[in-house]
């Protein structure tokens, strides 16, 4: 699968210094940086930070049409509206 790296604008390497050099991606709930200009690495887990927005909205999607799915049996949810 193809995962999409992406420059950071205005990232400085912190091994050779270098502006613009910087790509950034996340793969398996890991994030992942490096430096096209140096053999910089690094890699970051993703723990319970801001899961990205377009998840969010699209699995949220999801749940709503999944509700509408099963209109018949209405769920009553406690913590309400
Ligand atoms: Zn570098």
């Not at 613009?20 to 430096?35: F, H, L, P, S, T």
């Not at 200009?37 to 909205?57: G, K, M, S, W, Y």
């Amino acid at each position: 699968m193809a995962v999409q790296k992406r420059f950071i604008a205005g990232a400085i390497c912190p091994r050779c210094a270098a502006m613009d050099r910087i790509r950034a991606w996340e793969q398996n709930g890991v994030r992942y940086r490096d430096c096209v200009n140096c053999d910089f690495f690094e890699q970051l887990p993703i723990e319970n930070e801001a899961v990205p927005e377009l998840d969010t909205r699209v699995n949220r999607e999801r749940e709503e049409q999944r509700r509408e799915d099963f209109q018949p049996v209405k769920i009553l949810d406690p913590k309400g509206r």
